[in-house]
């Protein structure tokens, strides 16, 4: 996960439709093993991102079996997947862009609480911690986080982010998209997307940093305390 770096850009095969040309015309001949294999290559990314986006386990779990419904749909049809092209994107790509709108969906309806509790009790920090560590070159101050308290700090502040922001950073730094897929995606340029990361580097940066200040504000009031107590003590 290397954090804020520009994603490597996509390879001519992918361009060209790469693993997921064999695929797409199997579901449009709604061959049955090709749903199957749609969400065995696909459904972990969708839910991680929409796990990311609602800050929800519950949500992205249910919101994730929407998405694939609407490929049950769409392959229903009478011209099945006519609303993907491959000439604009991914097949990942057109399965997140379902997944987006069906979060901002979510959002609106506003049926939920987003529990960042629930969601952050169930995580793996070891895992994600040790690899923030390995990989945190791509953004200086992430060298900086050093516990897994401040790694869940920064996940919540991403949680908190605007929508656009938060997508971009969940593409391009969590699931390390290009930005050429992302674009695509979004319906934007590839430089409106380098933008909005940046954008929310800058916000992110902001939030660690207001925060690591509060938190040495309070320790020192907790310090100065226990000192005025000694000191009573000792008088």
């Known amino acids: 996960m290397r954090w804020f770096e520009a994603p490597a850009k996509a390879t001519s095969s992918a361009r060209e439709g790469g693993p997921d040309k064999d695929l797409v015309l199997r579901l449009k001949r709604r061959d049955k093993d090709s749903f199957l294999e749609l969400y065995d290559r696909y459904g972990r990314t ?10 929800s386990i519950s949500a992205a779990e249910e919101l994730t079996q929407e998405v694939f419904i609407v490929i049950l749909d769409a392959m229903a ?10 000439a604009k994107g991914t097949l990942e790509g057109y399965l997140l862009g379902i997944a987006r709108n ?7 309806r506003n049926l939920r609480l987003l529990s960042l509790d629930e969601m952050q009790g169930k995580m793996d920090w070891s895992g994600l911690f040790n690899n923030i560590q390995q ?15 401040e790694i869940k700090l920064l996940h919540r502040f991403i949680l908190e982010l605007p929508e656009h922001y938060r997508t971009v950073v969940v593409l391009c730094a969590l699931q390390e998209k290009s930005y050429r897929d992302v674009a695509a995606m979004l319906q934007c340029s590839e430089g409106t997307v380098a933008s909005r990361l940046n954008r929310a580097k800058v916000l992110l940066t902001a939030k660690l940093t207001a925060g690591d200040r509060s938190r040495k504000n309070h320790r020192k009031l907790r310090e100065g305390g226990s000192h005025a107590k000694a000191s009573v003590a000792n008088g």
């Open 46 to 55: 969708v839910y991680r991102y929409l796990m990311h986006m609602t800050g």
């Open 77 to 86: 049809t009478p011209e099945p997947m006519r609303s993907f092209d491959s």
């Open 102 to 108: 069906l979060a901002k969906q979510e959002h609106r």
């Open 135 to 149: 990989t945190s070159g791509s953004w200086e101050y992430l060298a900086a986080l050093t516990t897994q308290t």
